[in-house]
């Protein structure tokens, strides 16, 4: 990413490069190994602390992953065993996973609703539970994952009282699954002649099973398709965002929100942008954050009024005159927006540039890094999340060819990682597309060969791409996803 030096300059000191290792990968996939469109991941996060990582799925399925001792890392069947020199003090392991959310079907509509996780989002609890949020296009729910006691039970009133095994979860009678109501082979009845014949079940063993359970559902409050959830400091109230509203929710109840923001004019034909994704400030649950399709950020105030649209504050870049084109508001589109955990700056993605806006400063970004210039191909449709460091100093996002392309807030070189085990090889053959996606612009640190100015695009794999990703709040590691694998660095 090369730094523009539009709207000024965020600092004059230049942050050093990361020197990225890879740590983890889950769900590795084999060379001609055909991927299932389920298995995309489509969401990825981690919680306020950095102990758990969720992620969700075109399936409907959100997948948690824990952090273990190095020493206690196990090594499943999707994991090789990560070398000596690359080992770390954040290792992550699976933990569970659960089904979210199932396809539905709009019969007013006649609308399919798809099972697909669009966002997840962890809430803080004081009483060690692990809950979160997940949404489809239509319905969010809340999911409380934990352990669960399953006891084994034996000596049972039938057969020679040897079957063992039959196990029951604490706090449940089992009246429709015991033992004695169930068929057993003729001959294996335990006849009850005399109190000396009666036998009492005993528990032989009491063990621990993670389970998850949907504590709330909140549906029926999005005409359009949701396209963000953010939950607020104070973790009472959470906002979810479509294209043309934003509603505000209290965890508690499920059967009314209020609309916060609403841009859906009178006349429909009217319309002129819509809502791209809303986004929570990380300290003041009053304050959030809105993107538009036309490439602007609106701050609002909620103490200031009960609808927030014409009160807020607006970031939004002044366009040059005569730069317009037919898709000028389609790259210009806010893909995905980040609070930095200060809440000072919001770093802001579109399809060409990576921009970080101050909070006190509207007029332009305090920094610019252009990505890549327009392709005449449908990728321009294409969503990149994009994530800042937990020091406020580093800001990442995801490419084509699954490059994930890491600066300094301040400026400096920018870092090349590739979604592989070997994250900083260096690429033999010749990268047309590194031009393009500004790859060799400026002092990069990348273990690569920077491609000639004047290539095309001709050897960009966009069909690699790699569209989310999360950044540990308070360690250099970033988890991203590239397509159905889930890869994991490190940086010393």
């Not at 523009?4 to 990361?18: F, R």
């Not at 069947?77 to 080992?87: C, E, G, I, M, V």
């Not at 923001?261 to 429909?268: E, Q, W």
Request: with cysteine; proline share 4%; charged share 25%.
């Amino acid at each position: 990413m090369s730094e523009g030096a539009t709207g000024g300059t965020a600092a004059t000191a230049s942050s050093d490069p990361l020197e990225w290792q890879f740590l983890q990968c889950f769900g590795e996939r084999t060379p001609g190994e055909e991927i299932q469109e389920a298995d995309i991941i489509s969401a990825v996060t981690f919680d306020h602390t950095g102990q758990h990582l969720a992620t969700g799925d075109r399936g409907g399925r959100v997948v948690l992953f824990e952090r273990v001792p190095t020493q206690s890392k196990a090594v499943g069947p999707d994991q090789r065993a990560t070398p000596a020199s690359r080992l770390s003090a954040f290792e992550y392991r699976y933990l569970t996973e659960f089904q979210s959310h199932e396809p539905e079907f709009d019969y007013l509509k006649s609308l399919e609703i798809e099972e697909k996780i669009n966002k997840v989002k962890w809430c803080r609890t004081s009483c060690g539970s692990r809950m979160l949020l997940s949404t489809n296009d239509k319905t969010i729910k809340l999911w409380r994952v934990g352990d669960r006691k399953v006891c084994s039970l034996a000596n049972f009133n039938f057969g020679d009282g040897s079957h063992n095994g039959w196990s029951i979860a604490a706090g449940n009678t089992g009246a429709n699954t015991s033992p004695a109501r169930q068929k057993h082979p003729a001959g294996t009845e335990h006849r009850i002649k005399s109190a000396e014949n009666l036998r009492m079940p005993k528990i032989t063993g009491v063990e621990k099973v993670m389970q998850a359970r949907c504590r709330k559902v909140y549906g029926n409050a999005h005409t359009y398709h949701i396209n963000a959830i953010s939950i607020s400091s104070d973790q009472e109230t959470f906002i979810s965002s479509d294209d043309l509203r934003v509603n505000l929710w209290h965890l508690d109840h499920t059967n009314q929100s209020f609309n916060v923001v609403d841009i859906k004019p009178p006349n429909m034909e009217d319309l002129t942008e819509v809502i791209t994704g809303a986004d929570f400030h990380p300290s003041h649950c009053n304050l959030f954050a809105f993107s538009s399709s036309k490439g602007s950020i609106r701050v609002a105030d909620m103490r200031s009024s009960a609808l927030c649209d014409k009160q807020a504050r607006s970031y939004e870049e002044a366009q040059a005159t005569g730069s317009k084109s037919f898709f000028s508001e389609i790259i210009s589109s806010v893909a995905d927006m980040k609070w930095s955990s200060d809440g000072r700056y919001i770093l802001a993605r579109d399809y060409m540039n990576l921009k970080l806006w101050d909070l006190n400063m509207e007029s332009a970004p305090v920094a610019t890094y252009s990505l890549c210039d327009l392709y005449e191909n449908d990728c321009i449709f294409d969503k990149f999340d994009c994530a800042i460091s937990g020091n406020g100093q580093y800001v990442t996002t995801g490419s084509y060819n699954n490059f994930l392309k890491v600066t300094g807030r301040q400026g400096g070189a920018e870092t090349i990682v590739e979604a592989s085990r070997d994250p900083l090889r260096k690429r033999l053959q010749p990268q047309k597309a590194a031009s393009r996606f500004g790859l060799s612009r400026g002092a990069s640190k990348r273990l690569s060969t920077p491609a000639p100015a004047d290539q095309d695009a001709g050897n960009t794999d966009f069909s690699e791409k790699l569209l989310h990703l999360a950044w540990h709040p308070e360690a250099n590691l970033i988890a991203a996803a590239a397509s159905n694998s889930l890869y994991m660095f490190c940086a010393k």
